[in-house]
């Protein structure tokens, strides 16, 4: 035999594996929310970052105006 206990430990590498999957899997049902809802949610959240991010612009480009104006 000349594998020795690699057979062994492929194994349980993959049990481990299966297990942190299973985890993510049940982490995710916990939440409630299917995948679609969850886009959706990130998805709002991501519109109103942008919508902030556009707010602060706009405000910096009418600063840098009147600083010129001046």
């Known amino acids: 035999m000349t594998r020795g ?3 062994d430990l492929a194994r349980a ?3 481990k ?3 942190e ?4 899997k049940n982490a995710s049902e916990k939440t409630g ?3 679609q809802e ?3 949610r990130d998805a709002e959240l991501m519109r109103e970052k942008q919508r902030k991010k556009e ?3 706009a405000a910096n480009i009418n600063t840098n105006r ?3 104006a001046n």
Not at 21 to 24: D, E, I, R
């Open 5 to 7: 206990n690699q057979r």
């Open 13 to 15: 590498k993959n049990q």
């Open 17 to 19: 594996k299966q297990q």
């Open 21 to 24: 999957m299973q985890k993510k």
């Open 33 to 35: 929310m299917s995948l």
């Open 38 to 40: 969850r886009k959706h």
């Open 55 to 57: 707010e602060q612009v």
């Open 66 to 68: 009147k600083q010129t």
